[in-house]
Every structure is written in C-alpha cells, then in structure tokens.
C-alpha cells in the first residue's frame, strides 16, 4: 500500500472496510479471478478495521449518484463515503468526478 496511505489510515480514529468490497472480492473468488491467503473476513479483523454495512441511505444514494462510474460496487464506496463523511482509499480516478475525499495510491 502507498505510504500515504497507511500514514493516513494509521493517523485516523478509525477505519472501515465496506460490505461492498467483500461481496465484490467473495464474487471474484468465486469466479476464479482473485486468489487470497485465507477468508477476506479475517484479514479485515486482523487489520482491526471496522465492518461498513450498507444502509437503505447508501442504496438510494448510490442509485442517484451521476453516472461517472459503471461499477455498482465503486458506485456504492462513493456514496458510503458521502454519507458517512469518510475518505475513500484507492488507485481508481474514475472517483475524482464525484468530489468525494480520496486518498490516491
């Protein structure tokens, strides 16, 4: 991970893990294009990360987002971020469009 990044995360009062993003690892698992060392789960617990379960907000939020991105998953980050006023972590510049607070890595 970029330095800025675990500085970033390192330095906040907390950090979270979307149920976006486990459902989108656990379908590309399934599909046989990601390998990982063990259950995603327990590597969030590890990392002492916190669980973002997705809202009926975050639902609808997302289903109203401008269509800068086509990824439902990414489309749901951005919209979980907006409503929870947090900072997304990530490499994707299709985020930039939406003027939500991003940590580039």
Known sequence: MHP???KAIAD????????ASAWEVAIKIALGKLRIP???AAA???SRFGELAITFRHAALAGALPAHHSDPFDRMLVAQ???ENLT???H????????VAVIWT
């Open 38 to 40: 063990g259950p995603f």
């Open 81 to 83: 971020a907006m409503s």
């Open 4 to 6: 800025d990044a675990c």
């Open 12 to 19: 906040s009062e907390g950090a979270f893990v979307s149920a």
């Open 88 to 90: 997304l972590v990530t």
């Open 92 to 99: 994707d510049r299709a985020f930039s469009p939406y003027g």
């Open 44 to 46: 969030v617990e590890a």
